[in-house]
Structures are given as C-alpha cells and as structure tokens.
C-alpha cells in the first residue's frame, strides 16, 4: 500500500512572517534573489501556497538566522538556493527590487516578470502553469518579449530541448492564443 506525503505549505502572509524574523537575526544588508513559488506569491500575484523560499544565489551565511526564525516564528520554511535553475541569460540585470514590505537588512529582488515566466516555462509544472498565468493577469506579458528571450536567451537549457519547445509553444497558446501561437512555432522552427 502506497503512502500519501502530505507537504506543509505556506502562505504569502506566513512567507513574509518568516522573512521578517530572519531580517531582524541580521546585522548587515544581504541580496537574496528570489524565485520559484515565493516569487510567484509575494511579487506575481499568484493565489497558492508554497513548499518554501527559492533563491538564485546562495545565503549559507544565512543559516543561524534562518534557524532563529524559524524556531521563533515555528514556521519551518525551507529557505535555500535552488541548485537547478534554467534563466535567461541576462536576467540578472533586469532583476527588480521587491517592495511588498520594507526589511531592515534583507534586500530582496525578484526576477522581472518575462524572465520569471521563461524560469517556470523550463519546468512547467501544473503550478508553474498556474503561476504563469496569475502573473500575466497581474503584469500582462508581452508575446515578443517572450519570443525573443526563448530564442536569444536561452540556448544554455540542458534538458530535453523539444519539451521546453513544447512547454513554450502550449504557454504561448494558453496565455495569446491559436494565432500567437502558430506564429512563433513558425518562427521557432525555421
């Protein structure tokens, strides 16, 4: 008999609870980008919940911390770089100051929303399709802006280059539609 794992989700209330209890275990400016479901709920609108806190670089140092908040708050949020991340290349210099709620020391950036979509459409789960969507409710992404970092920003995607094509194409045809669609896979496979 199989058994059901049930993981423990947080909301965007208990994320910035939590974020705000590691902030005052600081005692000097840290960047912490984020990404995957955090981002998604504090900065794209997303309605769910989330497993934990994502970031793209590493905050080892934060660890004592993280420890500290956790056990103050008793929230147990795994709070860590994510070791697999497929970005556009040059997302980092579009990265966006997150100002949901004002930290002392944590200095959060959160990816610009067309890179964020592109790090989701890597994977495309049913949530990440879900986070993609509730993103381009709240912050309408441009069509060709996607293209152009499919095509341009991109090419270092290692897994299975025809499902991220497909995972791109079913995107592009869930958020414009049939006719957006057929004009970028005509693009995409010249």
Same mark, same amino acid.
């Given at each position: $008999?199989?058994?059901? &794992? &049930?993981?423990?989700?947080? =909301?965007?209330?208990? !994320?910035?609870?939590?974020?705000?209890?590691?902030?005052?275990?600081?005692?000097?400016?840290? %960047? &912490?980008?984020?990404?995957?479901?955090? /981002?998604?709920?504090?900065? +794209?609108?997303?309605?769910? =919940? *989330?497993?934990?806190?994502?970031?793209?670089?590493?905050?080892?140092?934060?660890?004592? /911390?993280?420890?500290?908040?956790?056990?103050?708050?008793?929230?147990?949020?795994?709070? *860590?770089?994510?070791?697999?991340? #497929?970005?556009?290349?040059?997302?980092? %210099?579009?990265? &966006?100051?997150?100002?949901?709620?004002? +930290?002392?020391?944590?200095?959060?950036?959160?990816?610009?929303?067309?890179? #964020?979509?592109?790090? %989701?459409? /890597?994977?495309? @789960?049913?949530?990440? @399709?879900?986070?993609?969507?509730?993103?381009?409710?709240?912050?309408?992404?441009? /069509?060709?802006?996607?293209?152009?970092? #499919?095509?341009?920003? $991109? =090419?270092?995607?290692?897994?299975? %280059?025809? $499902?991220?094509?497909?995972?791109?194409?079913?995107? !592009?045809?869930?958020? +414009?539609?049939?006719?957006?669609?057929? *004009?970028? $896979?005509?693009?995409?496979?010249?």
């Amino acid at each position: $008999m199989a058994t059901t &794992v &049930v993981e423990t989700t947080f =909301s965007k209330d208990e !994320i910035l609870t939590f974020l705000s209890a590691v902030d005052v275990e600081l005692n000097k400016k840290t %960047k &912490v980008i984020l990404i995957g479901g955090a /981002a998604a709920i504090l900065a +794209f609108g997303s309605s769910r =919940s *989330s497993i934990d806190i994502d970031t793209f670089n590493k905050i080892d140092h934060l660890e004592k /911390a993280i420890q500290k908040a956790a056990k103050k708050t008793g929230l147990k949020i795994e709070f *860590s770089h994510s070791s697999v991340v #497929f970005a556009p290349e040059n997302f980092e %210099k579009r990265l &966006v100051a997150y100002i949901g709620l004002k +930290f002392k020391y944590l200095d959060i950036w959160i990816p610009e929303s067309h890179d #964020f979509v592109m790090m %989701k459409i /890597a994977r495309l @789960l049913t949530r990440d @399709l879900e986070d993609i969507i509730d993103t381009h409710k709240k912050y309408p992404l441009d /069509a060709n802006k996607l293209l152009n970092l #499919f095509q341009k920003e $991109m =090419s270092h995607y290692v897994g299975n %280059k025809k $499902m991220f094509e497909a995972n791109y194409l079913h995107t !592009i045809e869930t958020l +414009f539609g049939t006719k957006t669609y057929k *004009s970028h $896979m005509s693009k995409i496979k010249k």
